[in-house]
């Protein structure tokens, strides 16, 4: 791993944030981050107190905050993710607490959101909810942007937990309407059990990857492995989700679940041959890779032939 070089010794004067800036960049790039120019400003508007925006605005940094530079720069060349070491993660509109014990959301992940705040529009009172919610990304995003929606979050890990409440209270605090929690397994049959046939719109990001993966080191080393990896082919939190959103949905509610982008046919194929559900339909992200699948239950209420085809999405 490439080192920073020694900073100037103390009552030598302070740095200029631009040459901070590219000196925590060369260690980036060395250690083989492809964003490192953006890292790098990142952690030094995160050391300085500004947004990114601001640095070339900012002062200089003293010996202290130097250091502290240094030191969030060679644990990032190390891996550590970036919002481990900034304590928080962007998305859509929020600003999440992370850190050890819950998955860090990804910007890939904002689509499943927002698909979930245009199907709930326009519904009186949507009732919504968010199955695998780690840090409470896609709930309080929905949250925030729908203030008519009730909302439930279910989460199992503790870990988790403690970081989806803070994130809850928090955005309460700001003035979202609260969120409700919930502690439970989304495989359990019994999930939600007294919501049955109310839910206007179910999102899930679930552990997916299948095991054999072998993930970058962000994930191995430091997002919770039951929140990653889906058992042999990915599909074994997602295939009782299926089975348990064709029953909280009520007539013509709307599902959506992101998968493994090797999961492009599978998992629609799993939604049509469901029988619950129609217009399946497969969604790519930004990089025109299979991303989320989204279906809606059938308005008849009514349990059709399996084998019904779908569509895939543009980006």
């Known amino acids: ?91 859509r509109h929020l600003e999440l607490l992370v850190g050890p014990g819950v998955f860090v959301p990804r910007p890939e992940t904002e689509l499943l959101a927002g698909w979930g705040v245009e199907q709930a529009q326009g519904r009186p009172d949507p009732l919504v909810v968010d199955l695998c919610s780690g840090s409470g990304a896609i709930a309080l995003s929905v949250a925030q942007e729908l203030p008519g929606a009730r909302v439930i979050a279910v989460e199992r890990s503790p870990a988790a937990l403690a970081w989806l409440r803070r994130n809850a209270a928090e955005r309460a605090a700001a003035g979202d309407r609260p969120i409700e929690v919930v502690e439970a397994d989304v495989t359990a049959p019994d999930l939600l059990a007294d919501l049955v046939g109310r839910v206007d719109v179910l999102l899930c990001n679930p552990p997916y990857v299948p095991d054999d993966v072998v993930v970058p080191p962000e994930v191995a080393g430091h997002d919770p492995a039951e929140a990653v990896f889906g058992g042999a082919d990915g599909l074994a939190v997602i295939r009782p989700v299926v089975t348990r959103a064709a029953a909280l949905l009520r007539p013509g509610g709307a599902f959506g679940v992101e998968h493994d982008d090797t999961h492009g046919a599978a998992v629609p194929a799993l939604l049509a041959g469901h029988g619950w559900f129609t217009a399946v339909t497969e969604h790519r992200d930004l990089t025109g890779r299979p991303r989320f699948a989204t279906a809606s239950r059938r308005a008849d209420g009514q349990h059709a032939p399996v084998g019904a085809a779908w569509q895939t999405d543009s980006p």
């Open 1 to 91: 791993m490439s080192t920073l070089p020694q900073h100037p010794p103390e009552g030598t004067g302070p740095v200029r944030p631009s040459a901070a800036v590219a000196r925590s960049a060369r260690v980036l790039a060395a250690a083989g981050l492809g964003s490192a120019r953006v890292e790098a400003e990142l952690l030094a508007a995160y050391v300085l107190g500004v947004p990114r925006g601001r640095l070339a605005l900012a002062d200089d940094l003293s010996d202290d905050q130097l250091a502290r530079l240094d030191d969030l720069t060679r644990r990032r060349a190390g891996r550590e993710p970036l919002q481990h070491l900034t304590g928080r993660a962007g998305f």
